[in-house]
């Protein structure tokens, strides 16, 4: 009854807010305290008694009510941060005031004229700008670095959000600017042993308190995209500055919060449906602020860097620069170096990746996490920050603990829309990793495991699984992932040069072969300027594997053997204007579909799956950069090492973008950035579809491209050996393939092929296409994955569109 009063007494003061002609004092302490002390109102509770309509009112209608408001609130937290949690009254007030303020940032921030509201000085509000100084007014903090101040402060606040072994209750408290948060870290891991017992209670206000932390990170979802993002959170940047002197716990605590999460426990079966996982929730809440801080740089250095990529001049903004606070969360990160801490934290990710993979023989009788998403932008970040972390992954076998959970990711949500950006941040990954030999050489483990997935059966290495799964991606993935085809090539070339790949299997050989027929048909090549270049990136994959590994391919070998025609045809390629015509008239009176096309492959009858994602809505996507603007092209050389290669710019729009000399000819040349509505575009025309694209193919493009394709070496091997597979059939009348490859690999063509060609790996590098692309899909995903409460829903976010599926 009590509980049901107080809810409506909140209630009431909410209409008031709204009703009052007049401002509410701040000095009215008995109006204010309605809003938290409240023992039984829950975070539910606050998202329905104050409705999205009532606080755009407020804001419009009565604003000096919502000033007050947000500033009682942050002066209660800052207060409380001050004195420490000492009565269950003064927990009950900072979980109001935390979900109170959760509730309205958003409706601030969707506001341009109320967006620097907090980061304006409130007469008398905040604390001084060092601890223990008592400085005047004007010296105040603004209200958002004294909310951010107090937050820090409360995560670390004993007995409400970290253990304490001292005595507890209002005669022990203790002044919370004497605790040192480095002894009080949440949880055993990096750069800390000691696992502090667990509390659920404390994990749940941790979880509120970083929920409020996110909701103030962001801001970000209210601006619109930009492409050269000069311009930094500042919310993200004070919180992770030398200001808050909490970063390095507060940061470590999160990591290995993350890290040492177990969601299967003693493995008892069911047991998550026995009891609520507290810890779960938090980590979600952990690994979303850790992406969030980790995304800004800060810095100098790192401005100074953009600048480069940008191909402006240093010394623009300089003033800016040396005013913007070094990121500590992005600077601790890229020192930890241990090989224990290392350890820890790639077998807490692993762990977690390969959840979903688990297999039991009761049916759904362990839990499956659902923050892989999450979990991929996270490791993305460890690798691109702290390159110590990912040569550790690259030296160790357990790096295929990270490509068989991507792999199934990428398959499972090929065909799904609403989960185009997994597959984007997955194949992301995976080209980073293929740009280090290490990569490739780790493929050519065997592929044991037998993970639920809709491929066909094969026995191979983990670089079959990887050919087999990209193939089914360009077959029968979305049209949405047009764009990624030479990204999936590119990691293909990369893991098949000189010492790497040293077998494939047959199904994978003629997943290759049936990938290059399919790009190499005239109406495919005619219909895209870009087209072409598919063809050159699996020429190339065809080429290394001849010129380096022979000896142990002869499955593709005989693959290439078997299906000569196709680059028969490549050379006889019709260049003429009546030939290029005849091929897309042809195209448009079948009427048939790329996809259908790819995809009509005898003998690969699987089904395409179901969108998986039951959500009603999806965030829209930036559009990703080509594949020549996200890598840069290393050499190996005899030792081993990679030396980056010089490449010219590319090339104007309708003309090859390589060299001209013949010894450079196994080159791909240079893609040029595909957008989203280009690859729409192209999807239209291959569909029969009319199009308004201006572009047209035309003998001189053709021949511009044609010219240079890097036949030589597969010609020289039909040359050599589909004489000597003919006689040895017709000698033997061989009926069977097993005899044929048996010959086929103790056959040598030892100073019979061209000189081998240089090894060439594309290694990813940082720009600001990809980064603009992560932006939008990090908040994308933290936007669709905060539902309970919804923070962010039916508010004005410009960062991104929420599309109904």
């Not at 809810?7 to 305290?33: C, G, N, Y």
């Not at 506001?111 to 004007?138: I, K, L």
């Not at 619109?224 to 930094?232: E, L």
């Amino acid at each position: 009854m009590g509980g049901g009063d107080s809810k409506l007494h909140f209630r009431k003061a909410v209409i008031q807010l709204t009703t009052k002609t007049q401002p509410v004092e701040a000095s009215d302490d008995a109006f204010w305290d309605q809003f938290w002390a409240n023992a039984s109102t829950t975070v539910q509770d606050i998202f329905a008694l104050v409705p999205a309509a009532e606080i755009r009112a407020v804001r419009e209608e009565s604003p000096s009510n919502l000033a007050t408001l947000c500033y009682k609130a942050v002066e209660k937290l800052v207060q409380v941060a001050d004195s420490g949690c000492s009565t269950e009254k003064q927990c009950h007030m900072v979980l109001n005031c935390t979900r109170l303020l959760t509730r309205i940032l958003p409706y601030i921030f969707e506001d341009a004229d109320w967006r620097g509201f907090f980061w304006s000085t409130v007469p008398g509000a905040g604390r001084a700008r060092s601890f223990g100084e008592d400085e005047g007014e004007d010296e105040a903090r603004p209200l958002a670095e004294s909310l951010l101040l107090a937050i820090a402060d409360l995560l670390f606040c004993l007995d409400f959000t970290v253990h304490s072994t001292k005595k507890s209750g209002p005669d022990a408290a203790l002044d919370l600017q004497s605790v040192d948060s480095c002894e009080y870290i949440w949880e055993a891991g990096v750069g800390f042993a000691h696992s502090p017992p667990y509390n659920h209670v404390h994990d749940m206000n941790r979880t509120e308190l970083l929920k409020l932390l996110l909701t103030c990170f962001s801001e970000a979802m209210y601006l619109p995209p930009s492409p050269d993002r000069k311009s930094t959170n500042p919310w993200v940047s004070f919180f992770c500055s030398s200001e808050n002197r909490h970063a390095l716990p507060l940061f470590t605590s999160l990591l290995n919060v993350v890290c040492a999460y177990d969601p299967v426990g003693y493995g008892i079966p069911y047991n998550y449906l026995l009891s609520s996982d507290q810890r779960e929730q938090l980590v979600v809440q952990a690994i979303q602020v850790l992406v969030v801080t980790l995304e800004h740089e800060g810095g100098a250095v790192a401005r100074a860097a953009l600048q480069v990529l940008d191909g402006t001049a240093p010394t623009e903004a300089m003033g800016e620069q040396a005013a913007e606070p070094e990121n500590l969360f992005v600077n601790y990160l890229s020192r930890i170096h241990r090989d224990e801490d290392l350890s820890f934290m790639l077998k807490g990710m692993t762990q977690l990746l390969n959840n979903p993979l688990v297999q039991t023989y009761l049916p759904h009788s362990t839990k499956k996490i659902q923050f892989h998403q999450e979990l991929l932008l996270l490791f993305w970040k460890l690798c691109d920050i702290n390159k110590k972390f990912l040569f550790f992954v690259l030296k160790s076998s357990d790096v295929l603990d990270v490509l068989v959970p991507i792999l199934f990711y990428l398959n499972d949500a090929r065909a799904d829309q609403s989960r185009v950006g997994l597959v984007h941040i997955g194949v992301f990954i995976l080209l980073l990793l293929s740009g280090e030999r290490n990569f490739g050489v780790r493929l050519n483990k065997p592929y044991i495991l037998r993970v639920p997935m809709d491929i066909p059966v094969f026995t191979g290495t983990h670089a079959d699984l990887l050919i087999v799964i990209f193939h089914k991606i360009i077959s029968s993935g979305h049209q949405r992932l047009q764009p990624l085809f030479d990204c999936l090539l590119t990691v293909i070339v990369n893991t098949t040069v000189s010492p790497y790949l040293k077998s494939l299997s047959m199904v994978a050989a003629n997943k290759l072969l049936h990938l290059l027929e399919a790009f190499s048909t005239p109406w495919f090549l005619f219909s895209s300027p870009q087209n072409h270049h598919l063809v050159f990136f699996l020429l190339e994959v065809f080429n290394n594997i001849i010129q380096y590994q022979f000896d142990g391919n002869s499955h593709l070998v005989y693959a290439i053997i078997r299906k000569r025609s196709i680059f028969h045809q490549l050379a006889n390629l019709p260049s003429d204007t009546a030939s290029i015509q005849k091929a897309l008239q042809k195209k448009r009176k079948s009427g048939i579909s790329r996809s259908v096309s790819v995809t009509s492959e005898t003998g690969d009858h699987s089904r395409v799956p179901v969108p998986a994602d039951s959500s009603m809505f999806k965030a829209s996507l930036e559009a990703t950069p080509g594949i020549d603007k996200i890598t840069e092209k290393a050499q190996v050389s005899e030792e081993g090492t990679m030396v980056s290669v010089s490449v010219p710019p590319p090339a104007a729009a309708g003309t090859s973008d390589t060299e001209s000399n013949s010894d450079r000819d196994h080159e791909v040349p240079a893609v040029a950035p595909i957008s989203h509505c280009q690859a729409e575009a192209a999807s239209c025309q291959l569909s029969g579809v009319s199009s308004s694209a201006p572009w047209s193919a035309s003998p001189d493009w053709v021949m511009s491209w044609k010219v240079k394709l890097p036949l030589q070496t597969i010609m020289r091997l039909l040359q050599v050996l589909v004489p000597q597979v003919e006689k040895i059939c017709i000698d033997k009348g061989l009926t069977d393939e097993s005899e044929i490859l048996n010959f086929l690999q103790h056959g040598t063509l030892v100073g019979l092929l061209p000189v081998p060609h240089p090894i060439l790996i594309r290694k990813y590098q940082a720009n600001t296409g990809t980064a603009t692309w992560f932006h939008t899909y990090m908040w994308g995903i933290i936007y669709l994955r905060n539902v309970d409460p919804p923070v962010w829903y039916d508010t004005d976010i410009r960062l991104f569109e929420i599309q109904r599926i």
